[in-house]
T-cell receptor
């Protein structure tokens, strides 16, 4: 499968614990995005990287959230001291920024449940 | 920032009928408008998109139209089939070309 992959697919954690998710983008895609989707809503932008540089962060991304893309390939999203309100689907997408290219392709997501 | 409104929130059609989903956006600088289909428990799948220099685009049974003046864009599905049943999201990209803002989604149900 050459699409965007995410691990784990499901994560159940207790409130206050830290969790880390991984995203592997489509090979050669230089942009990687993180979105959060709650039930019945559209995805909401969290942050994005161009290569290894984190270029924009949404105000939804509190200081408990941190994202990295150290070598410009895979990315990790860490949530510290999880809260019940963090329960959501965390989606990763990637795109190739070339002339006029904006298409973002999504991974299957990591569903986080905080108990 | 950009705001995208989507209507209707649910749409039920008979197999073979057409379905139309409409979206409006607020930022006149937005220049790229994709549509995603999301089946239950699956990833959003890009099904069609349109750029601001084009008024209409068609791909088999699906088409998208864009009215830049009115800041409206619409998804048209003809000859609907039960497998078209899913949640459809419209989106607009900001003028920096990075962040997608999504509409609230339309649950389409195609009755056989």
């Amino acid at each position: 499968d050459t699409g965007v992959s995410q691990n784990p697919r499901h994560k159940i954690t207790k409130r206050g614990q830290n969790v880390t998710f991984r995203c592997d983008p489509i090979s050669e895609h230089n942009r990687l995005y993180w979105y959060r989707q709650t039930l019945g809503q559209g995805p909401e932008f969290l942050t994005y990287f161009q290569n290894e540089a984190q270029l924009e962060k949404s105000r939804l991304l509190s200081d408990r959230f941190s994202a990295e893309r150290p070598k410009g390939s895979f990315s990790t999203l860490e949530i510290q001291r999880t809260e019940q309100g963090d329960s959501a689907m965390y989606l990763c997408a990637s795109s190739l920024v070339a002339s006029g290219g904006n298409e973002q392709y999504f991974g299957p997501g990591t569903r986080l449940t905080v108990t | 920032g950009e705001n995208v409104e989507q209507h209707p929130s649910t749409l039920s059609v008979q197999e073979g009928d057409s379905a139309v989903i409409k979206c409006t956006y607020s930022d006149s600088a937005s220049n790229y408008f994709p549509w995603y289909k999301q089946e239950l428990g699956k990833r959003p799948q890009l099904i069609i998109d349109i750029r601001s220099n084009v008024g209409e685009k068609k791909d088999q049974r699906i088409a998208v139209t864009l009215n830049k003046t009115a800041k409206h864009f619409s998804l048209h599905i003809t000859e609907t089939q039960p497998e078209d049943s899913a949640v459809y999201f419209c989106a607009a990209i900001n003028n920096a070309g990075n962040m997608l803002t999504f509409g609230g989604g339309t649950r389409l149900m195609v009755k056989p």
